[in-house]
Structures are given as C-alpha cells and as structure tokens.
DNA sequence: GATAAACGCTGACGCAGCGTCAACCGCAAG
DNA sequence: CTTGCGGTTGACGCTGCGTCAGCGTTTATC
C-alpha cells in the first residue's frame, strides 16, 4: 500500500504543508519521488509519521524528535528527562504568572470599588508610606517625632485641589532651578525666588514655618543622597547644591 | 533628564534593539528625535517603559499591552481575565504533556530492565492482546475457546527466529498475492501458491490444520471488516477477496 | 479525444519578538 | 587625522508551519 501526501495528510491527521516541511528538513523522507515528482510514501513512513506524531504530542521540538528517531545511540531517556525538567520549569513560570496576573485583577477590583476620594486618600497613604520608608528615621532624629507626625497629619488633611496646586509649585520650583543655574549666582533675584517657591511648597504639609529648620532641611539636600538624587534627576547636576546655597542664603536675610 | 536609547536601554534592563522595536511597532515613541535622528527619551516615557514591562512581565503580547497603555477605555480587566484563562489553560496542557512524558520515561525504564528475550515476550503478549481485543469474541464463537488457547499457547513458544520466519512467509504472500492479482485468476497457478504460503503461515500459530477449518477463517476474511481492511491496507483493493477464492479453491482440491 | 476538476510540485511571504550582522554617520579624545 | 564609542536604518534568522501564486499531472466526464 502506497500514499500521496493527500493520503497520508488524512491519515494521520496532519496538513500537506507538514509532510512537505518534514520532508524539507529531512524529518520524514518519502519512499519514493516518482517520475511526476511526486512524494510516494509506504507503510513504513506511515509507522515513523505516527512515532514522530508521538514525540510531537510531548512537545518536544523537531531537532529532537529527528535524533530520537534516526540516531540509534541517541539517549531517548535523557531526552525525555531534560524534556520533563522544562515542562517543570514552564509550569513554575505559569504558576508564578498566574499569581501575579491574579494579584493586578484584584488590584483593579479594589480601585473600582473606591470612590474618587478613597482612591486620593489612598493615593496620600502610599506617598506617606513611601516617605517614611525612604526618609522615616532621619526626619524624625532631625525634627523630632511630633514635627514629623504632624506634617504626616497636615499632607492626609489635604484636598486634591490642594495637592494639585503643591505639585503645580514644585513645577515651578524646578523650572525656575534650572534657568537660575544658567546664571548662576545661588543669591541673585532668580534665587531668591527659588528659595520662596520651596517655602511655598513646604508649606503646604509643614505645620509651623521657621528659617531654622528650613535651612537645615537644605543641608540634608546635599548631605543625603537620595534627596540629591532627587533633584538632581528631575533637573541636572549640582541642582541640590544650588538649592541649598539658594535656601541659606535667603534664611540669613 | 533625558536618556538615549543606550542609557534607557541600561535603565530599565532591556536590549536597544527591543526600543528600537517598541518604537517601530508604535509601543513606546521617543519623546523627541535629535537633529542627528537620535532617539531622546524622557522621565514620562521611562515610567510607559515600566507599564509596558509589567504587563510583558505578565506575559501578554505587545499588542494587547498596547490597548492597555494607550486606549483609555480599554478594559484592563476584562484583558487581565481572559489573560489568566488563557494561562489556566496552558497551564493544563502541560499538566498533561508531564503525564505522558512521565509514563515514557517509566516505558523506556521497563524495557531497559529487561532482557531480549524478556522483550520478545512482551513484544508476544502485546500481540495476543491486540488480536483478542480485536478478534477474541468472533474466533471463539468460530473455533470454540480451546483451539483459540491452543492456538494462542504455540504463539507464546515461538522463538524469535520462528516469528521472523512467519513475517517473511506473510511477507512473501502479500507479494504473490498482488501480482497474482494483475493475471486475475484465483485457480491459477499463482493462486495456488498464495494458499499454500497461507496455510504456511497459519501453522505457525495452528496446533492442527485442517482443510476445513482453513475454508472458514477465508470466510471470515471477506465478511469481517477488520480482516478485510487488514489485507486491503497491506496490498490492494480486493485483496481479501482474491485471498478467500484462492483458498476456497486450494481447499477443494 | 478534449476538457475540467482535482491533485501534485516548487518557491516565497508571513507570524512574534526580538538577536545579530552590515554599512553608514556624528562626536569627542589622543 | 584617526580611533573609538555612541547613534541610525535596513535586512536576515529563528520555529513550525498556513497560505498564496504559478505551473505541471492525473483522473473523471462528456
């Protein structure tokens, strides 16, 4: 019994287009290529179509599935066994996905529920929470815990319009940085303006204003270097220092 | 601050190429290109950066990320769920795929262990197996259960060199078989010796022959499907036909 | 014996998400 | 002036085929 490709493609299931590539990549020869040019193929490729179907179905690749198949001394074990550690590892990866793809949903179901006020409260939640990771101790060695605590309790107390307007002022605060950098001179008037839009902006969470503690809230711009690096990423190089030199001057005056 | 795709690249812990591709593919646009062409990006497109991370982090195609990203009604959920069936379902398939590999590895584990002749007598029972499972009811009904035991008991003390002897004697019949089939005549000659090589065959299984016993089994081979298919399969269409009137022919002499 | 339908063949492009050349340009340092 | 390190745009390669297009063969029908 002889097949054409139509013939074994319905036999075994398979498309004509993947006898044709078997054949392409030297996984599944014909018996014959008759005077038509035609694939002829026997009982014997039928039996080696349905081995290679087999590894097909475990996954395993075609590279493979052609050693496993025409290499006798190939190590069909192995194969299989490096095969499964994969498979193993594959499904560990899903796992994790899934949980992390599970945890995003929540996440948005979570937001959904909130009211527009719930999510701002929650917004100012986060922003605290990352404050106190990042800066917690320092501000309160500098400051004292009740400083600190009280500036928590004014920022929770803000209106979004309110917060709206802190962030348009740090905007401003750093456009105004980086043209007085151009000048140059941290007591010029541009400086002067700078060191009043930081006020400004200090303001807004800080209970009770006073030129000391705003000078030394200077000095821990340079001295810390996550908050140098603040200013320093949103702006340019040197913008802490300009800062500071900008906020000492203006709190000698 | 601004980046280049270099700098970017370092940043967020991806190759330059998959910039250059986000931008070619309309995920992540510079905010601006240089006078030289150069690809300048700012703070806002290092956080869509992060976004677009998390969600191929998640594992979704790019062109979903992008609904996400960018179409400000898309519905992120309703992606994040389809996205956690999809991943549910894969996560089944290689379930799946890990049994059977699993059950090939514990095949390939029994054969080793065993000896060739230990193999060739699983290769045996495999055989009785198929055949009952097949044909168990019918030929029991046809020759009562002690010939079909008998029958069975001579298969199971075949050596290997007598069974490789019966599949070249079937061998040679499906030969004689077709091209007596081209002269057309099942009381010729040819015919004759299809019968003979038949009778030849069986009595490597047959405890005792007979003529009758002979007649009825080529009965069987015209009128059960399966015996038929099995002769029309190896040689040609009309095979068990022309088989069953060779027989008939040779037993009445 | 002609014709149409059904089959066969060989390229070649497309898919996802980049890796990896090649060929060329711009800019600063030695 | 070269060298080296950036940047750029193509274009091919990988996997396992699906899907044309264009052309030859076989088979069924009239």
Redesign the interface.
Known sequence: ?TYTVQKLAELAGVSKRTLRYYNQIGLLHPAEINASGYRIYT?KEVDLLQQILFFR???LDLDTIKSIIYSPDFD??KA??E??DS??D??EH??M??G???K??QA??RK?EMTDSEKFIGFKEEKIAENETNYGEEIREVYGKEAVEASNAKFRGLTEEQYRKMEAVEQRLFEKLKSAMQAGDPTGPEALQIAELHREWLEFTWPAYSKEAHAGLADMYVQDERFKAYYE????EGAAQFLRDSIQHYTKL
């Open positions: 019994m009982e179905e475990l996954d069909r074990k299989l066994e095969h499964r498979l193993l594959k499904q899903i796992r996905l899934l992390n793809v599970e995003s949903i948005i179901e959904v990423n949103n702006i340019q």
